[in-house]
Each structure stands twice: as C-alpha cells, then as structure tokens.
C-alpha cells in the first residue's frame, strides 16, 4: 500500500480528534479514532503521556513503547484514519506481548 504514516504535532488536531472522534477504553492505554477523508491515503498517530503516568523518565518510557506499538500494529489500521494512543500507569508493568494484542483487538475492533 502506498500510504503514509505521520505523527500528529498540533494541539489543535489533538482537540478535534477528542471532540469529533471514537473513544475505545482498554486496560493500559486508551485509544481515540477518527476517520477523516481530508488525510490523503495516509495515516496520523499522536502519543499521549500525562504527568498522572510518572516523571519524566516514566512518560518517555510510555510514548516509545506505543511508539512501538503503533508501528507494528496501525500500519495495518484503515487509511485516512487518526489515532491517539493516551497511556495508563499500567502500560509500563505489561508485558509487550499483551499491549501488542490489545491494541491489535482495539485497532481491528
């Protein structure tokens, strides 16, 4: 497929696609999707870590492993289509395995 994936920068996309979008709750992170025909064939995905995750380190801990997570799993996700991965405390005990089928089932579901 030829379709191309960016991270999503502007506050104000963010607030959009809270306002207009799908929320999906999931154990360790929540999920916000909006389908958009505007997007071109491609794909936005924005990563949210707030102060109630941890310090610093921890918040930075959670947005590369849905960084990772993001880039296994939403590059088979539907094309002009915005995520935002928002963490809970408990994405950083799970183990990868577990987070990567969750989202999988979230994403697909």
Do not use: C, P, W
């Not at 959009?16 to 799908?22: Q, T, V, W, Y």
């Not at 360790?28 to 995905?45: K, P, R, T």
Request: no cysteine; proline share 0%.
């Amino acid at each position: 497929m030829a379709h191309k994936i960016f991270t999503i920068k502007k506050r104000s996309t963010f607030i959009m696609i809270r306002n207009e979008g799908k929320f999906v709750k999931s154990k360790n992170m929540n999920v916000q999707i909006l389908h958009n025909q505007d997007l071109e064939n491609s794909i936005g995905i924005g990563y949210t870590a707030s102060k109630k995750i941890g310090n610093a380190v921890k918040r930075n801990k959670a947005k590369r492993i849905m960084r990772e997570l993001a880039r296994k799993t939403i590059i088979n996700g539907k094309i002009n289509t915005y995520y935002v991965l928002i963490a809970k405390t408990s994405l950083l005990e799970e183990k990868f395995d577990k987070l990567l089928l969750e989202l999988k089932g979230k994403i697909n579901g």
